[in-house]
């Protein structure tokens, strides 16, 4: 291939390990969240209601880089399962707060063992894993 189509060799491309690696990643997690009947998007949204246990969907879309498109089937299909519930604000229609249940937070107790078992199979020390995570975030926080 001629030197000037080097930036077009698939080896040549940041992008696509970085793809490749969150795919291999969010793949091993696939064992453990099929015991729990979620799939990894509702995982993540779980883990910010866990913590946070109301939030609007605007705020829960912006804390998983996520649109409302995506946002909208994951908290139906969560709503379905008994894990949140969603309101729409008295003050503003446009306006939607994700609530957790009582069943939701009951969920956090099986799926605590998650994160550790999936660490052991990333391959990673714990100071490589730091700086994976920094470098990562750097990306995400990058001015568009």
């Given at each position: 291939m001629d030197k000037k189509y080097d930036a077009l060799k698939l080896e040549n491309q940041l992008c696509f390990p970085l793809y490749a690696a969150a795919r291999e990643v969010v793949k091993r997690y696939h064992p453990y969240l099929d015991e729990l009947d979620i799939t990894y998007t509702q995982y993540i949204t779980m883990m910010v209601m866990w913590e946070e246990k109301e939030i609007t969907v605007k705020a829960l879309g912006e804390k998983l880089f996520l649109d409302s498109g995506t946002m909208t089937p994951v908290l139906k299909s969560l709503e379905a399962k008994g894990y949140?519930?969603?309101?729409?604000?008295?003050?503003?229609?446009?306006?939607?707060?994700?609530?957790?249940?009582?069943?939701?937070?009951?969920?956090?107790?099986?799926?605590?063992?998650?994160?550790?078992?999936?660490?052991?199979?990333?391959?990673?020390?714990?100071?490589?894993?730091?700086?994976?995570?920094?470098?990562?975030?750097?990306?995400?926080?990058?001015?568009?």
């Amino acid at each position: 291939m001629d030197k000037k189509y080097d930036a077009l060799k698939l080896e040549n491309q940041l992008c696509f390990p970085l793809y490749a690696a969150a795919r291999e990643v969010v793949k091993r997690y696939h064992p453990y969240l099929d015991e729990l009947d979620i799939t990894y998007t509702q995982y993540i949204t779980m883990m910010v209601m866990w913590e946070e246990k109301e939030i609007t969907v605007k705020a829960l879309g912006e804390k998983l880089f996520l649109d409302s498109g995506t946002m909208t089937p994951v908290l139906k299909s969560l709503e379905a399962k008994g894990y949140v519930t969603r309101k729409r604000s008295t003050t503003d229609e446009r306006s939607v707060s994700v609530f957790l249940t009582d069943s939701g937070e009951a969920l956090k107790e099986k799926a605590v063992d998650i994160p550790a078992k999936v660490a052991g199979c990333v391959g990673l020390d714990g100071e490589e894993a730091l700086q994976l995570y920094r470098l990562l975030y750097k990306v995400l926080n990058t001015e568009k």
